[in-house]
């Protein structure tokens, strides 16, 4: 498939290291997909569904260890130390590859490697990247497939280049305390062993898109981010596209799919869903900002999927997805998982394999973190720009948390530099579902806490080059908190497709025909600026959620400090001086 030198070393070093009794190169092709996924139904690795309800479907399950991104597993291996920043993890290189590579030696055997040859957007991209991943695993091709573009016309890109991302898994004994997800970000490369679940080993995912992204974008002056991307099209049929990052729970992938609320509609107004999880961006030829999704397929939570939370969503599993630690529904051969709908099989079998009865079982059915990976070309409101090589440009960037009082429904930043600080402090509260201490704020940065491949304020840094490199073309940057609650714990807004509401001023604001009030945080909306109308929300209780409290940010503001020491002096003086200026606001 290829004549990279390169490649081809790379490839027989890892085929020496884990001697497979056999090599297969992935060319993406139907023919020797579905060949593939013949195979893994023979071997039981994947369950065949209903071809007539779930065309193209299957169900998969992993072993009961192996269920979750594993964080305290997980690596970033730099030649310094302190590169890898107080909020990963470090391992000396040679170190790492020492270990790694004595659990992988001979692993293969007994086995096939796979080679997945695959672009990270769309294939011949300035904005794509490229990278081949080696596997034992057919599983994780067939979801590679998905979230990537695998295809022989990577290596056309490609040509000779040495400039790809090198990625090893082994399925080995899926042995829980040999564990490891390991980045080695000057080198290109990424390592997972004793995993087969989909975070830990679809290696284009968290790990190339961005930890190993990141770190690359810092050197070539560009952002990989943990954003979803949307495109808000006007009656007229001009197109806004904004990123956002938010922290888990927080709404993201509905936001991606949101649909506006019946009123908008009926007046013409559309959301393009670009991406729902990762976005790259580089200034374009003229000035601004342009992004791509860098992946191909969504990797969503199953459960509290449905009709109502997210029916886009939904609709993009209906076919060619493989579902993962979810019920099997014997009756017909289908899946369910919990919050799908109020009706779970009786005769089914649950995540783990077992016989399972919904109408009276107490156990759940499927993993809380059971998934779906389906292609992005299924979504109802996927964007006729997703394949765009030059990527859209962005008019806003959204951060967003969960915050019961402190931060008001929106506000934009004072500035570009402003708006960094507001991502570096954005932050979500604990519940009561999550852990026993109620309205602990957990601080999570641009939502990149546990993917930022290199130290954090040197990422922040970067972020404050990039406004320097965008200038006055930069993209307004705002915060949104859907998650105001009343002194009962109701929440005060409604959120899901009436969060339109607030896109509609940001964009707005981006186009300078929306006012706002100046408050010590930044610019709120004037209550009358947001369209409350056939909303059961009354117009003070929509100024009590744009209410700014002095006192609780002097708090918050306190909480900023003492987050920032753990940066050191690598935290950029600018954010320095921005929490200096936001104490002097407040007085």
């Known amino acids: 498939m290829t004549k990279n030198k390169s490649v081809l070393n790379w490839v027989k070093e890892m085929e020496q290291l884990t001697t497979p009794d056999s090599i297969v190169w992935i060319d993406g092709s139907k023919e020797q997909l579905d060949q593939l996924r013949g195979q893994a ?87 794509a990247q490229i990278g081949v991943e080696v596997t034992d695993s057919i599983y994780v091709v067939l979801n590679m497939a998905i979230m ?35 980045h080695f970000p000057e080198d290109n490369t990424i390592i997972s062993v004793n995993s087969a679940y989909g975070g830990n080993v679809l290696l284009g995912k968290k790990c190339f898109a961005l930890r190993i992204a990141s770190y690359l974008g810092q050197k070539d002056e560009w952002m990989a981010e943990h954003m979803l991307i949307l495109g808000v099209e006007k009656p007229n049929g001009e197109i806004k596209y904004v990123t956002a990052a938010f922290p888990s729970a927080c709404g993201k992938t509905n936001l991606a799919m949101l649909i506006p609320p019946e009123g908008y509609r009926k007046n013409g107004y559309k959301v393009w869903c670009v991406g729902d999880d990762i976005a790259w961006m580089r200034k374009g030829a003229d000035g601004r900002l342009y992004a791509i999704n860098p992946e191909n397929g969504f990797f969503g939570v199953a459960p509290g999927t449905n009709a109502k939370s997210n029916p886009n969503a939904l609709a993009s599993t209906q076919k060619n997805t493989i579902f993962t630690n979810v019920v099997q529904n014997l009756d017909d051969n289908t899946v369910w998982w919990e919050g799908l709908n ?3 099989p009786a005769n089914a079998i649950d995540w783990k394999g077992n016989p399972w009865d919904g109408t009276a079982s107490t156990e759940k059915g499927a993993h809380p973190n059971s998934r779906f990976t389906a292609p992005a070309q299924n979504c109802p409101c996927i964007s006729p720009e997703f394949d765009s090589t030059t990527g859209v440009p962005i008019s806003a960037i959204i951060f967003g948390g969960r915050r019961a009082q ?168 600018e954010l320095k001086s921005q929490l200096e200026g936001l104490e002097s606001r407040l007085g």
């Open 148 to 182: 990537t573009r695998v295809s022989s016309k990577v290596f056309d890109v490609l040509g000779d280049s040495d400039y790809w991302v090198r990625g090893l898994h082994c399925s080995c004994d899926i042995d829980a305390e040999k564990r490891y997800i390991c």
């Open 406 to 573: 402190t931060t008001p429904l929106v506000y934009q930043s004072r500035d570009w530099n402003n708006g960094v600080f507001v991502g570096s402090i954005m932050a979500s509260e604990t519940t009561a579902a999550a852990t026993g201490a109620v309205g602990v704020v957990r601080r999570d940065p641009m939502a990149m806490l546990p993917f930022c491949g290199y130290h954090m304020g040197d990422y922040f840094a970067h972020w404050i080059k990039m406004g320097e490199i965008l200038g006055d073309k930069a993209p307004k940057i705002f915060n949104v908190n859907w998650f105001r609650l009343d002194d009962e714990g109701n929440f005060l807004w409604p959120g899901f497709g009436d969060n339109f509401r607030v896109l509609e001023w940001i964009i707005d604001r981006c186009e300078g025909t929306a006012d706002a009030v100046e408050t010590p945080i930044g610019f709120v909306p004037k209550a009358d600026d947001i369209n409350i109308d056939g909303l059961d929300i009354d117009f003070e209780t929509l100024k009590s959620i744009l209410t700014v409290d002095n006192a609780q940010w002097v708090k918050e503001s306190e909480g900023i400090e003492e987050f920032y020491k753990k940066f050191g002096d690598r935290l950029p003086a």
């Open 41 to 127: 139904v023979a071997s039981g690795e994947l369950i065949k569904l209903n071809e007539e309800k779930l065309p193209g479907c299957y169900l998969h399950r992993t072993k009961v260890n192996d269920v979750a991104r594993v964080e305290d597993r997980t690596f970033i291996c730099s030649t310094v130390p302190e590169n890898a920043g107080p909020t990963n993890n470090w391992k000396a290189p040679a170190e790492a590859y020492k270990m790694l590579y004595d659990i992988a030696r001979g692993s293969y055997k007994g086995r096939t490697m796979y080679v997945i040859s695959y672009s990270m957007g769309p294939i011949g991209s300035p904005l």
């Open 342 to 344: 109020k009706t779970p």
